[in-house]
């Protein structure tokens, strides 16, 4: 039988479907910002780290507020262990940063033709961190400015900053839960949206550009990424170079999120355009089987290799595999999430970090076919004190996959 739910109506009917979902949202606010620093000064003074280098991206905003561009010029912050957040910044830039304050803090200024990297020394000195402190570098931050830093001090021993920046960052709150379930839910109405709207000879490129029209109309700018994959494309995690058009039988995998008050989304939905072959239906279901099996191995206090082990020791009785061979799933089986599309910890072999409350996951076991096709069904969870919790629920059946019948 045809799959329920796709290719049902045109493109209008199906952008007409959807509407805002974004009214009763409220963005991170200064409060928010000031106990994330707390955190992580409490943090660095129990580990004798007596300052951080925040650069310009997610890490910088995840504590300031403040949103700005990585870009050759030094743009940041520095976190000290005690005291308030001291910005470093060209001196042009600066009246621009002010109206994107959110923490209180002074914006030390460097001329095009000084040395950043001097300044910030300096400014250590300021704050009375001298030789011989512990200073943690942006692990995003670009190699310029570690090795601008690096020659512009005597005596600091500097370190990768993930230790408190991830500590941190990977323990939402429930405001930041809120955003992301917003944003999941947003981005599962367009993936329905989307199938309904399927039709024999559309192109990815197409499809591509309905997503991003909807993800606007549902109230987010556009998409944040989108992967559209038809037939033997869809056996390529993350795409191939041509577009491709949509034939009768072909496997249809499409993996898209968007953006709402900086938090992310990121779902993946593999279905059959008409109807499934045997084959097909045996695989999608061997990955159904998979991410619950992964899930199912999200307990407190599990490693997050333990959930990884969950998914692939699964698909190894099914004779796939072994471990990240194919056919069978040669990535991870989950990534974390939050203001990056990807960040720690991650469901993989190797990471054993213990599962606590508050952490965010894709869970997208992909079974690849070689030469045939792909099936990747992602969903994300985060952990509570009893357990792992869906976002959004996985994708009922390769017949139905949005549970409209169900």
Known sequence: MTTIGIGTQSSEQALASLSN????????????????IAKAQAYMLANNIDAI???????????????WYASERMVGAILPALGEVQYIAPYFEIGSLNGFKVIEGPIHGWQEHENPYTLFVEVLKKLNINENATIGIDESAQFFIFDGINKAQ??????NAQPVTAHCRMHKSVHELSLMQRAMDMTLAVHQATASMLYEGITTTEVEAFIKQAHQKVGAPGNYF??????????????????????????????????????????????????????????????????????NAAKIGATCEDVDAGARNYLAAQGLGPQYQT???????????????HEWPYLVGGDKTP???GMCFSNEPMLVIPDEFGVRLEDHFYMTDNGPHWFTQPSYSIDDPFGLNA
């Open 154 to 159: 005597t005596g600091l021993t500097l370190i």
């Open 355 to 357: 599962l606590a409350p």
């Open 53 to 67: 280098y925040l650069n310009a991206g997610t890490n910088l905003t995840y504590f300031t507020g403040m949103k």
């Open 327 to 341: 056919p069978g799933c040669p990535h991870r089986t989950g990534h974390g999430i939050g203001l990056d599309i």
């Open 226 to 295: 989108c992967i559209v994959l038809f037939g033997v494309a869809t056996s390529f995690p993350h795409g191939v170079k041509d577009a491709q058009i949509l034939k009768k039988g072909d496997m249809v995998l499409i993996d898209t999120g968007c953006k709402v008050h900086d938090y992310l989304s990121d779902i993946t939905r593999t279905y059959v355009f008409g109807e499934p072959t045997m084959r097909q239906r045996m695989f999608w279901d061997h990955e159904k089987a998979a991410q619950m099996a992964a899930f």
């Open 21 to 36: 979902m974004t009214q009763t949202l409220t963005p991170i606010a200064a409060d928010e910002h000031l106990e994330r």
